[in-house]
């Protein structure tokens, strides 16, 4: 039996009727850019991540672009980050002109180290970008307590972690700013691309309206140079239709993970996802284990139909377009080991438990 990595089909065959609807009254009504639908969305999501604000952007690219367009970054200045995460973290940063400064993840949950920050602030370091990789929050105590000692702005890179807690506090609720995203894979997916940024500051929350509408204020008025990033009306009916669903799906990937968890704990050749201490609630947007043979486990899941993804094969110092920045695969040894190892299995909630027995069974059979 064949088992894929994500079939969004699922979830628009139980969706579809209310999903059909909330696209169809869009078309009807006529406001696409900006209406009624995404201002609901930021309502409700700032409500869901405790946060005062919201604003839709047009993805969650456009999320961290506009968080650290808003904190002041501009050529020169540099912005501490993980070496380890989507592409889009570290894009972002030269994007604006700006010096990507990168830190190694910690050994046990792929996010970044708080210990190895302090020693790579300099005078120009401007922003913390944390990311809550795989669902998991990012150690957000120590990373404030930086933050706050050296004047530093935090730019929470969420768009993984849409609900997940740490202590009891959301992700995008601790920083000066919060982003997500909506891309179909997320726990929370559009129809196509869509972000929003969180923020609890009044000021902030004007700086971003104004910046994803090209910098007008009023209209056609232009201060300063913004971008086009707005959210589009129908994204956010989809989005609203799946939200009520959101928590459930991210339960239901908890009950995958309990289960792989369980699976795999006597399988010394498999490390399994750890859960921190202060993490009250993981989403697992991935459930990523680790193994030595991952080539060789990639063969024998191909061989078997099963799908899997490898988040990430290349860590942001080992990227061509950064040899410029002059790092070495020594300089980040836990995010080339992760690189090297890790592989992701398929996580998503309407997976069954067939499917997923189907899943360890080959995993299990492989890795000794
Ligand atoms: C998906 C993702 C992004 C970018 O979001 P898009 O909506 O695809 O632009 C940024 N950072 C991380 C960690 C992501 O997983």
Known sequence: MAVPLLDLKRQYSYLKSDMDKAVLNVLDHGWFILGPEVTELEEKLAGLCQVKYSAGVASGTDALLLALRACGIKPGDEVITTAFSFFATAGVIVRLGAKPVFVDIEKDSYNIDPNKIEAAITPKTKVILPVHLFGQVADMDP???????????????????????????????????????????????????????????????ELLRIFRNHGAKPKYYHKIVGYNSRLASIQAAILLTKLPYLQKWSEKRNEHARSYDEAFKNNSGIKTPTIKDYTTFHIYNQYTIAVSNRDGLKEHLKSKAIGFEIYYPVPFHAQE????????????PLSSKAADEVISLPIYPELTDEERNEVIEAVNEFVK
């Open 143 to 205: 990373i404030m307590e930086i933050a706050k000692k050296h004047n530093l702005k935090v730019v929470e890179d969420a768009a993984q972690a849409i609900g997940a807690e740490y202590k009891n506090r959301k992700a995008g609720s601790f920083g000066d700013f919060g982003c997500f995203s909506f891309y179909p894979t997320k726990n929370l997916g559009a129809g196509g691309d869509g972000g929003i940024i969180t923020c609890n500051n009044d000021d902030n929350i």
């Open 321 to 332: 377009c950064f040899v410029d920045l002059g790092y070495t695969k020594a300089d980040f």
